[in-house]
């Protein structure tokens, strides 16, 4: 299966477009609604469970991959989202956008992950930067997460940064 979103061509449109990967055919298996712009990243959990959507209206949709429904939200964000990661476990799906912080959210939990004071909107976890991340990605095996920033203004070298621990085995 091959997900393309449209909305590149179309602007004023989010649709994402779920295609046969093996026929290759023009035709949509399935459009899935969700996003009210266009659809920059998109991560599948490792379990195969879920997927995820980032895009311009700064909300990440959690997907049902068999019954192809977005199952939660998250609005915490308010810019575009660059790039979402799961963790080894499918437990946290880290999320980048415009802004200068990455925020992590546990998907097994019940609640909703913002509070409803839009003052106290906080995702599980939130790692502030002095600018934007540009990549996100979780180790294979463990709770270890790695970022990389763009170039600011004047600066030549881009940072990595990791996050975590690894237990020793």
């Given amino acids: 299966m091959c997900i393309r979103d449209r909305s590149r061509t179309d602007p004023n449109s989010g649709p994402i477009y ?12 399935q459009i899935l609604e969700c996003h009210r ?11 195969g469970k ?16 068999q019954e192809m429904y977005v199952t939660k ?32 959210v546990d998907i097994n939990e019940e609640m909703d992950y913002y509070q409803e004071d839009e003052e106290s909107k906080e995702p599980v976890y ?16 463990y709770h270890l997460l790695a970022t990389a920033d763009g170039k600011t203004k004047g600066e030549s070298d881009v940072c990595i ?5 690894v237990k020793n085995v």
């Fill in 18 to 29: 779920v295609l046969d990967g093996e026929i290759k055919s023009k035709a949509p298996l």
């Fill in 37 to 47: 712009g266009s659809s920059h990243c998109i991560a599948i959990d490792p379990q």
């Fill in 50 to 65: 879920y997927f995820a959507t980032g895009a311009t209206d700064a909300i990440v949709a959690l997907w049902d991959v």
């Fill in 73 to 104: 939200t998250f609005s915490g964000n308010k810019s575009p989202l660059r790039q979402l990661s799961f963790s080894y476990d499918g437990r946290y799906l880290a999320m980048t956008s415009e802004e200068s912080k990455v925020s992590i």
């Fill in 126 to 141: 939130e790692i502030s930067f002095n600018c934007a991340q540009n990549a996100v990605s979780w180790h294979p095996n």
């Fill in 161 to 165: 940064h990791l996050f975590g621990a």
